[in-house]
């Protein structure tokens, strides 16, 4: 068997040779100790005596160091899933002047697949239930009324993109048919108001034309992530993607944000963790739709702020997701502060 050696040089320890090689101490110590004679042993406390010039290690130098800066990048590739089920809860809490106008507590359970088909993958999503756990009382009939619109997508069969973001809908017929027979039954109950009427053409156009809404809705651009690529590992956050945020307070509106990333592997768990925060120069526009808006009504000047914070957890091997956590808080000041958090959660049998 070839031995390797590793020439000790003035000022070389035990770890910082180990940490060069992207060995273990005790690792390297061992491998030393069980390869050498007594007298070229490492003692207990680690330290090299003056006679030790050579280390054997269980590798060549340059074999070791090119598998330790492999070990700096993760490629996370996309797999087919045969059936998964994850369970989800929606957190909503918007409060003006102190008090909490919206508090709910929404849970979820879909059963999701994903299938190579020639260059794509195919996901199929299927809403098993969905249920309002908590809401005020005086807007449970409403949040009730509402759920409703959650029909025409209780199936949703998407195209995925290389990275894992929706790039088609593959069944849009099929919920344009269940937003048709939704919208009969909705109409004999419904009466002539002009909000009645903007949520019906609302629901024409988003359930015709869903990619969109898919793209728009903060859950599913969770869910169906764009993370199925190249990861450096590292341990703190850095980068700077400018990404665009849909304002869950001025509507129809974005916000533009500046994300950062941190990525750490436990095992064949690879953690992901996404940190956004407003982009102070591109949101004028928003100041200036709250100066025009909501300054009379919340008595105070705009101090727009959004921070978001999300952790994957990702099976390496399968390329499953196990975990997303994610809170969104988005205020104008003290006086206007809306928070939406989720957490999705893979459930094993």
Same mark, same amino acid.
């Given at each position: 068997?070839?031995?390797?050696?590793?020439?000790?040089?003035?000022?070389?320890?035990?770890?910082?040779?180990?940490?060069?090689?992207?060995?273990?101490?005790?690792?390297?110590?061992?491998?030393?100790?069980?390869?050498?004679?007594?007298?070229?042993?490492?003692?207990?406390?680690?330290?090299?005596?003056?006679?030790?010039?050579?280390?054997?290690?269980?590798?060549?130098?340059?074999?070791?160091?090119?598998?330790?800066?492999?070990?700096?990048?993760?490629?996370?590739?996309?797999?087919?899933?045969?059936?998964?089920?994850?369970?989800?809860?929606?957190?909503?809490?918007?409060?003006?002047?102190?008090?909490?106008?919206?508090?709910?507590?929404?849970?979820?359970?879909?059963?999701?697949?994903?299938?190579?088909?020639?260059?794509?993958?195919?996901?199929?999503?299927?809403?098993?239930?969905?249920?309002?756990?908590?809401?005020?009382?005086?807007?449970?009939?409403?949040?009730?009324?509402?759920?409703?619109?959650?029909?025409?997508?209780?199936?949703?069969?998407?195209?995925?993109?290389?990275?894992?973001?929706?790039?088609?809908?593959?069944?849009?017929?099929?919920?344009?048919?269940?937003?048709?027979?939704?919208?009969?039954?909705?109409?004999?109950?419904?009466?002539?108001?002009?909000?009645?009427?903007?949520?019906?053409?609302?629901?024409?156009?988003?359930?015709?034309?869903?990619?969109?809404?898919?793209?728009?809705?903060?859950?599913?651009?969770?869910?169906?992530?764009?993370?199925?690529?190249?990861?450096?590992?590292?341990? /703190?956050?850095?980068?700077?993607? @400018?990404?665009?945020?849909? *304002?869950?307070?001025?509507?129809?509106? !974005? +916000? %533009?944000?500046? =994300?950062?990333?941190?990525?750490? /592997?436990?095992?064949?768990?690879? @953690?992901?963790?996404?940190? *956004?925060?407003?982009?102070?120069?591109? !949101? +004028? %526009?928003?100041? =200036?739709?709250?100066?025009?808006?909501?300054?009379?009504?919340?008595?105070?000047?705009?101090?727009?702020?959004?921070?978001?914070?999300?952790?994957?957890?990702?099976?390496?091997?399968?390329?499953?997701?196990?975990?997303?956590?994610?809170?969104?808080?988005?205020?104008?000041?003290?006086?206007?502060?809306?928070?939406?958090?989720?957490?999705?959660?893979?459930?094993?049998?």
């Amino acid at each position: 068997m070839e031995v390797h050696k590793y020439p000790v040089k003035e000022g070389d320890t035990l770890e910082s040779i180990a940490a060069e090689l992207g060995l273990g101490s005790k690792e390297l110590k061992k491998y030393h100790n069980t390869n050498s004679r007594p007298h070229e042993w490492i003692t207990e406390d680690n330290n090299l005596s003056k006679w030790i010039n050579i280390l054997y290690i269980p590798d060549s130098i340059d074999n070791l160091k090119n598998h330790k800066n492999s070990l700096k990048t993760l490629d996370l590739v996309q797999k087919e899933i045969e059936l998964n089920t994850y369970s989800i809860t929606q957190k909503i809490d918007l409060k003006v002047s102190g008090s909490s106008l919206i508090d709910s507590e929404t849970y979820m359970s879909w059963n999701y697949k994903k299938k190579r088909k020639n260059d794509t993958f195919i996901g199929e999503l299927e809403q098993v239930f969905h249920q309002v756990k908590y809401v005020k009382s005086i807007y449970r009939a409403l949040t009730e009324y509402l759920q409703k619109f959650n029909k025409p997508l209780e199936h949703i069969v998407v195209e995925l993109s290389d990275t894992g973001e929706v790039s088609g809908i593959n069944n849009q017929e099929e919920i344009k048919d269940r937003w048709t027979e939704l919208k009969r039954e909705l109409v004999s109950t419904l009466g002539n108001t002009l909000e009645e009427k903007n949520m019906l053409e609302s629901g024409d156009q988003d359930f015709s034309n869903t990619l969109p809404l898919i793209k728009n809705n903060i859950l599913y651009a969770l869910f169906f992530t764009d993370l199925y690529k190249k990861h450096e590992i590292n341990d /703190r956050f850095d980068g700077g993607e @400018k990404r665009i945020y849909p *304002s869950q307070i001025f509507n129809n509106e !974005n +916000s %533009h944000i500046i =994300t950062k990333k941190k990525v750490e /592997r436990e095992n064949k768990i690879i @953690k992901i963790k996404l940190y *956004s925060e407003n982009d102070p120069l591109k !949101n +004028s %526009h928003l100041q =200036t739709i709250y100066n025009d808006k909501l300054r009379a009504f919340l008595q105070e000047d705009c101090n727009y702020m959004m921070t978001w914070s999300v952790e994957y957890n990702f099976d390496i091997e399968t390329g499953e997701m196990l975990l997303c956590n994610s809170k969104i808080k988005e205020q104008t000041g003290n006086n206007y502060c809306h928070t939406t958090e989720y957490n999705i959660e893979l459930k094993r049998d």
